[in-house]
């Protein structure tokens, strides 16, 4: 498709924002216009998403919270234009020209990440029985893993001669065992602490947090882009899976990614119950596990050496996580004794 059949499509939604395209780039759902009026981002959505990702950041503006790629409004006022099936909204073009220093990305990311849960910040009521449910739901799905798990592993104990994907199934038992004991103990603790609960907080995701939507402009100020998945939930949504993604490395041990959750935490602190769900999951080897599902159900049919391959990498993953929580942990029980000894002290 050439420019000009390009410029024919998006210059009828242009128009709505008084803007006369000189070229266009298409990346993906993003059109990057250059015009005399200056250079924007023309991104299309789904528009079943789009009446709740325009209300939640109009939500963060009234909050005061302003590093998010602005969107524009249309000369009629609206902030997204429906062409054909789908929503166009429009926004500067940042030039995102920080790449030398790509290690203080994640840092300032989390930091305008835990501005905007603390600006969004509320509590909810949630009944004892949804708790309830929660709880007994997840234990439930983790019996479940762990009988599969006790199933596999004398399958495995019985054989003549173990296939590499076993055997290298065995080496690694004990430490996804460790694992799970470790995130049920987390699970429980977190169920007694909260069973009497009846708020709990809830702050605005942004739902897809990436170093790839936190974007720079020309002045080096950090600003969040994607805002199609944000929605009301538990911050540790937002934490998790970025913290997951950025553990998926060969073994490590990432005391910048302990950095970057504490940076987050001091501009907005888990209470006790966050941090204790937050680390049981974290911590539970759902990738391991479902690796040796995978590998059971398809078990003459499976491709030895990609399973094995993967089973390796869920366990440098299992590893670099279990450095992280095991320090998260240790900062914690010295975090504690040091309020202590305070507290100690201004009592003596």
Known sequence: MDNRQLHQEEAAI?????????????FGRIKKVYSSAGTFALKKIDPHSGIDFIRHIQLLYQKGYNRIVPVYPASDGRYAVFSGKSLYYLMPWLSDEEKENRTERPFQLLRELARMHTLSAREVAISQEDRKNHYEKTK??????????????????????????????????????????????????????????????????????????????DKGYGYFINFENARLGSPIQDLLPFLARSLKTRPKRSEECVEWIQNYLKYFPFKEEERLLFLSYLAYPTGMIRTAEAYHLKKKLADERKLVQKLQQQYWHLKNIEYVAMRLEEIERERKQQAQAQQEEAQS
Request: charged share 30%; net charge negative; proline share 2%.
């Open 14 to 26: 242009l128009s709505h924002y008084g803007i006369r395209p000189a070229f266009i780039e298409e």
């Open 140 to 217: 439930k799905q983790w019996e479940k893993d762990e009988e599969f798990l006790t199933g596999f592993i004398e399958d495995c104990e019985n054989e003549w001669y173990m296939s590499p994907f076993q055997l290298t199934f065995c080496l690694y038992y004990n430490n996804i065992r460790q694992a799970m004991g470790f995130a049920k103990e987390k699970l429980t603790n977190w169920q007694g602490k909260t069973k009497d609960q009846k708020k709990g907080r809830m702050v605005l995701l942004h739902g897809r947090v990436s170093t790839e939507h936190f974007l720079y402009d």
